[in-house]
């Protein structure tokens, strides 16, 4: 029988311990490498995640990071559009936020908008998978990278450049990405 999800341990990233790497950082090298984009989707209450936003925006090392600041869950459609517009490669869901964080239904309406838009979800936590996100990896996944068969031709293969250092941190490039707030929904 097939599952819904499968369980993709890379040795590389099992290298990886949660106090070398954050979360953040390892599902955006899983998505820098799978998607080639250096313009990044995030949708959150911006005041309430502002560290998380400034710890993606590390974790991607450069680009665009775009924010979709929305207050409440019934702007997750307009948000949605508008990092479609912002030509976002990928989307990042915050396990935390106030607002869009994994389990809610905002962030499965946030996810199925942008799969809608055919621009793949990426999150921390095993829930974000059961909620149709394309791709999980973190702490609450036990590091291992997990991928949504659901979805057809988003995720076909990941790169072989997909790895980490001898050091055993990741090997997301120094700098810290540009931030576009956009206006509050």
């Not at 499968?6 to 070398?20: D, G, W």
């Not at 250096?38 to 998380?52: I, T, W």
């Not at 207050?71 to 989307?91: I, K, P, T, Y």
């Not at 106030?98 to 905002?106: L, Q």
């Amino acid at each position: 029988m097939r599952s819904k999800f499968f369980s993709l341990s890379l040795l590389a990233l099992a290298a990886v311990s949660p106090a070398a790497a954050g979360d953040l950082d390892q599902i955006v090298e899983v998505g820098k490498a799978t998607w080639s984009t250096a313009s990044v989707g995030v949708m959150c209450d911006a005041n309430y995640s502002q560290a998380r936003i400034q710890e993606l925006a590390r974790a991607m090392g450069g680009g665009t990071l775009t924010v979709a600041n929305i207050h409440r869950s019934e702007d997750v459609g307009r948000a949605a559009g508008a990092l479609r517009r912002a030509n976002a490669g990928f989307v990042v869901l915050f396990p935390d936020d106030r607002v869009v964080r994994d389990g809610t239904f905002a962030a499965t309406a946030a996810i199925h908008a942008m799969n809608s838009y055919s621009v793949p979800t990426l999150a921390t936590t095993r829930v974000s998978i059961q909620q149709g996100a394309a791709a999980a990896q973190g702490s609450d996944t036990g590091n291992q990278l997990l991928l949504n068969q659901d979805l057809k031709g988003t995720v076909d293969v990941l790169p072989a450049s997909l790895k980490t250092s001898r050091r055993g941190r990741s090997s997301v490039s120094g700098g810290v990405a540009q931030i576009v707030y956009l206006e509050q929904y």
